[in-house]
């Protein structure tokens, strides 16, 4: 496979009022071809500050780059000049949103926003936009694109809005396409629509996908990869059936235990106590040393560094050192029949 | 599931129309009828559209109803109409709203906003009174009494939601209506409200209408479930029953649509896509509702409406499919 997104030890602050938050602190990972990596956590684990840190959409002041590259097709997207990052968007790299109402442009149809992109990347003439626009269109399953084309955004139900982005971001089959909550705003039998035709078009296209959220039912549906946030930090990273069957990170555990099951009947739901940490001050060890319940001292002194679990799976966490004490996974968090997990 | 199967609420053919302009009214919930037991949860579930939250108001009287009535302990809730028994009534029931930055008053200090209630029903004597019981609420829903005097906007999503359970539960409601309590909140967050709940209601013997969208919280709160498509019920069922067994093809179509985390499981799991998106409440389609969507759609599903049937003990369904006039189309 090969490597075409290297996300190195990036970390991304914000100066806010009285004090630095830092939303990324020191996370890589790599990008393969066709692959889905999914990036999963909680709102304020900093999911989608480093997703718009590859796009380069983060407002820079108040944020800003502290430390670290990205590196796509050798190049760090972290020094490129914003004229240059306009080549990369939207040709190279493509995005979608959670909210489809609020990213589309209200004053301009459909076709036009589809057209952009097609005439400024790939020197298409207007009608040449056009048609490539209905074709799109047809492709995301939208009925009559004929007439659909020259509607306005507010004339489009949620999930059709949501498959018009879906067009937008793919019209000029970028290598990358990141989608951030693609579905967390619509309906279940819409989102089940909206994610068979990522996948589909995935096939056809092969682009790789960078999908954010925070719902595990997704992931284990999309994601070849999983990448665990926790306070700014990747406290877990592995192949979809390795964090879902074999997790070692304690905050992945209460994040599978905490998922009522639909199969089971259980009494109470695992939970994870208290609210996640603060990012303008943050634990100087690990992000989860205060909601952890196996945490040590170790863990409030120094953040762990990576244990390779195999050739995929790397976890940062001090019950992995030699010196800690031996930790079963819970039973809430252990999932499906052994047989998987055997 | 509550041994003794004692009504507290009988909601018969409630409807629910808003007027839109001189030719057009939204039917939000038109007619729906089922019971809510003594201490069960009742969780109401469908997309957004169908009505859920309208008739979570309605049944509160937080909206009039367009037709039908609402029984609350034998007595019809839209009918009340003197003051004091309009009080009475709503100190009986309560409600816990989705956003929690949105339905605490910015302005006030956490301890008034839980003892407005208080206040307005005369509910203590003293301030001495008052402040304990606003301690003692404070910790009832996990928070500490100094929280008391701080303000909404120092609070994180989930421990607002407690403060509005804290609010909800100060009059010693009978019945809650909880409106998508836990849809604002981080996973994580959302178990801990979830167990909250269950534990108060345990503890007090109360009465949940649970509104929500996400199936699988639904499942594991409710004793039975009611499922709306566009202003109607087209299912109720024990929340097992209706996971294990769905009749209605929408049911089956909701509870297929739902990601399992579980990557094996989602890998050979055959799910039922739904085309298209709902219609509008407006203008719905003619017979069953749900027909333009239904993969299984019979011929007089577009002539005739399926009747709200009891098709075995505590499990309704609308849908010809299960009528046996109509029965001969396909069963799979």
């Not at chain 1, 590859?54 to 796509?72: A, T």
């Not at chain 1, 009494?267 to 990012?279: F, M």
Request: charged share 25%.
């Amino acid at each position: 496979m090969n490597k075409i997104l290297e996300v190195k030890d990036l970390s991304v602050s914000f100066d806010t009022y009285g004090a630095e938050v830092k939303a990324v602190r020191g996370v890589s990972f790599d990008l393969e071809e066709k692959e889905t990596l999914a990036i999963v956590g909680e709102s304020g684990s900093g999911k989608s500050v480093t997703a718009q840190s590859i796009m380069r959409l983060i407002q820079m002041p108040p944020g800003k780059f502290v430390n670290g590259s990205i590196l796509f097709n050798g190049e760090d997207l972290t020094e490129k000049p914003e004229k240059q990052m306009e080549n990369i968007r939207g040709k190279e790299i493509g995005m979608i949103f959670q909210d489809p109402m609020t990213s589309l442009n209200p004053t301009m149809t459909i076709g036009k926003q589809i057209a952009e992109g097609l005439i400024k990347h790939r020197n298409m003439s207007k009608k040449e936009a056009h048609l490539k626009g209905i074709e799109l269109l047809k492709l995301v399953g939208i009925p009559t694109p004929e007439v659909r084309i020259n509607q306005y955004p507010h004339e489009y139900s949620g999930g059709m809005r949501q498959r018009a982005m879906i067009a937008i971001a793919l019209a000029c089959n970028p290598k990358i396409l990141i989608a951030d909550e693609p579905t967390t705003a619509l309906d279940v039998t819409i989102q089940a629509q909206i994610l068979d035709l990522m996948r589909g078009l995935q096939e056809e296209t092969g682009t790789a996908i960078i999908l954010i959220t925070h719902d595990l039912g997704i992931v284990a549906n999309m994601a070849s990869r999983v990448a665990v946030m926790y306070g700014g930090k990747i406290v877990e990273t592995g192949t979809v059936d390795e964090i879902f069957y074999h997790p070692k990170h304690p905050y992945t555990w209460g994040l599978l235990g905490s998922m009522p099951k639909l199969d089971i009947e259980e009494e109470e739901l695992q939970v994870i106590p208290g609210s996640p940490p603060d990012l303008a001050d943050p634990p100087k060890g690990c992000p989860f040393v205060t909601r952890c319940p196996y945490a040590m001292s170790a863990c409030t002194k120094q953040m762990p560094a990576y244990t390779n679990i195999s050739d995929t799976q790397k976890t940062a966490c001090w019950l992995l050192d030699d010196r800690a004490p031996e930790v079963q996974i819970p039973e809430s968090a252990i999932v499906g029949g052994s047989e998987i997990n055997a | 599931m509550p041994s003794t199967k004692e009504k507290l609420l009988e909601i018969k053919d409630l409807k629910k129309h808003f007027k839109l302009d001189r030719k057009s009214i939204l039917k939000a919930v038109d007619g729906i009828s089922f019971d809510i037991y003594q201490g069960e949860t009742f969780g109401l579930v469908g997309e957004s559209g169908c009505g859920k939250s309208t008739a979570g108001r309605t049944i509160m009287r937080m909206y009039e109803a367009t037709d039908g009535k609402v029984d609350f302990v034998g007595r019809n809730v839209h009918h009340i109409q003197s003051k004091r028994e309009i009080k009475e009534f709503n100190k009986s029931m309560q409600m816990i709203f989705q956003d929690p930055y949105a339905s605490l008053n910015p302005r006030m200090t956490v301890k008034d906003i839980i003892a407005e209630g208080i206040d307005i029903h005369g509910l203590i004597k003293s301030p001495k009174e008052r402040a304990e019981r606003v301690n003692e609420l404070l910790e009832l829903v996990g928070l500490n009494k100094d929280h008391g005097s701080r303000f909404p906007h120092e609070f994180s999503g989930g421990q607002r939601q407690r403060i509005g359970i804290a609010r909800a539960l100060a009059v010693n409601p009978e019945f809650i209506v909880a409106d998508e309590p836990i849809s604002a909140l981080d996973v994580s967050i959302q178990a801990q409200i979830v167990n909250l709940l269950k534990r108060l209601q345990k503890d007090h013997g109360l009465t949940y209408l649970f509104i929500a969208h996400d199936l699988s919280m639904v499942k594991h709160i409710s004793d039975r479930v009611g499922v709306m498509y566009l202003g109607k019920m087209v299912e109720i069922a024990k929340s097992n029953e209706l996971y294990h067994e769905p009749l209605h093809p929408y049911t089956r179509a909701l509870i297929s649509a739902i990601p399992v985390p579980n990557p094996q499981l989602e890998r050979t799991r055959e799910r039922i896509i739904l085309e298209g998106d709902v219609p509008s409440p407006v203008n719905p389609p003619s017979g069953c509702r749900f027909r333009t969507r239904c993969p299984l759609a019979m011929d007089v599903c577009s002539r005739v409406e399926p009747e709200w049937q009891e098709y075995k003990e505590d499990r309704w369904v609308a849908c010809h499919l299960y009528d046996e006039r109509y029965k001969e189309g396909s069963l799979a």
